[in-house]
């Protein structure tokens, strides 16, 4: 069983940043693969951005060029720093680990980006 804490979500102004960080229990999270997804109000769950254990990363469509995920092992927490936020980055943000064929997830933690 893997558990998935996120923190760093909240409210932020159109062009703003955060950053948000997944800490992940077990001694192997070095072979995890790590991403992050989001749902927004009525939409259904979308890819954000993941990356490999070997630290390559895919990013959604909607975030490249603006969004950055990154992991570390020693600490054994992903992150997503999150530039040039738009309105449309609204929605709460959930941290996933795959280990095998296992998906794991966590609570979630809220973005909303408004002026």
């Known amino acids: 069983q893997v558990q998935l804490v996120e923190s760093g979500g909240g409210l932020v102004q159109p062009g703003g940043s955060l950053r948000l960080s997944c800490a992940a229990s077990g001694s192997i999270f070095r072979l995890y693969g790590m991403g992050w997804y989001r749902q927004a109000p009525g939409k259904q769950r979308e890819l954000v951005a993941i990356?490999?254990?070997?630290?390559?990363?895919i990013y959604g469509d909607p975030v490249k060029g603006r969004f950055t995920i990154s992991r570390d092992n020693a600490k054994n927490t992903v992150y997503l720093q999150m530039n040039s936020l738009k309105p449309e980055d609204t929605a709460v943000y959930y941290c996933?680990?795959?280990?095998?064929?296992?998906?794991?997830w966590g609570q979630g933690t809220q973005v909303t980006v408004s002026s």
């Open positions: 990356i490999t254990s070997g630290g390559s990363a």
């Open positions: 996933n680990a795959v280990v095998g064929s296992t998906h794991y």
